[in-house]
């Protein structure tokens, strides 16, 4: 069982959509989780990053952890075409140093 | 502020050359990850350096890949006799030590013909 898994998609919306990308870990040692974007051929970028259960919002972002059910959300409200890239979840692994295990990405197109 | 910076950007290398991908950390960074990227696996740790010092490197292949990061200059990831499966993208990424957020530099996409 891989480490974090992740609906790669393509998720397609139209603009101004709300948008839901999920993920599910495995160990229950992880305690951090952070979402990453990544446009295409271009270097993953740290979107957010939240420590505990519960919500943590930042402009139309919001990331949400569910420890007890081990799930992680990221939601997108008022989607825009500029959103359009792969969206990546990530934990890093207190066995490798911190080293992030990602899950594989969420593609996502929003169309104008 | 620079960010984590990686050169060269894109490399073409014939089988069984030698391949230096480079990685200078964001200032005030002094611990460097790699990982590597192929379509439709995602992203692997490789390996996690601090200055002069190899901490994991359980996720670098035993053979032809090794990595450092010097006391002065840029974090170096070396893969020697370059096979056609080596051609991938590689990203470096930097932190302090009192965090776990990770910040990537653009990558280093290796094509081996």
């Known amino acids: 069982q891989k480490e974090v898994e992740q609906d790669p998609g393509p998720l397609s919306v139209p603009e101004g959509a709300i948008v839901s990308l999920n993920c599910t870990y495995s160990?229950?040692?992880?305690?951090?989780f952070m979402w990453y974007r990544q446009y295409s051929r271009k270097g993953p970028e740290l979107l957010m990053y939240?420590?505990?259960?519960g919500n943590k919002e930042d402009g139309r972002f919001t990331a949400q952890v569910d420890k007890s059910s081990k799930y992680i959300s990221l939601f997108i409200r008022d989607s825009q075409p500029s959103d359009s890239a792969t969206y990546l979840c990530?934990?890093?692994?207190?066995?490798?140093?911190?080293?992030?295990?990602f899950g594989k990405g969420t593609s996502l197109l929003v169309t104008p | 502020n620079a960010g984590v910076m990686q050169n060269p950007r894109h490399l073409v290398r014939r089988r069984g050359q030698e391949a230096r991908l480079r990685c200078s950390p964001m200032?005030?960074?002094?611990?460097v990850y790699w990982y590597r990227q192929l379509p439709e696996e995602g992203l692997k740790f490789m390996v996690y350096?601090?200055?002069?010092?190899?901490?994991?490197e359980s996720g670098m292949p035993k053979e032809r890949f090794s990595a450092e990061f010097p006391k002065e200059g840029p974090s170096i990831l070396r893969i020697q006799q370059v096979v056609r499966g080596d051609s991938a993208a590689y990203f470096c990424?930097?932190?302090?030590?009192?965090?776990?957020?990770?910040?990537f530099g653009p990558g280093t996409r290796l094509t081996v013909t």
């Open positions: 990530a934990t890093p692994d207190p066995n490798s140093g911190y080293a992030l295990n």
């Open positions: 160990n229950s040692a992880f305690q951090y």
């Open positions: 939240t420590y505990s259960s």
């Open positions: 200032k005030g960074h002094s611990h």
């Open positions: 350096l601090q200055k002069e010092n190899i901490i994991d």
């Open positions: 990424a930097t932190k302090t030590g009192g965090t776990y957020e990770q910040y």
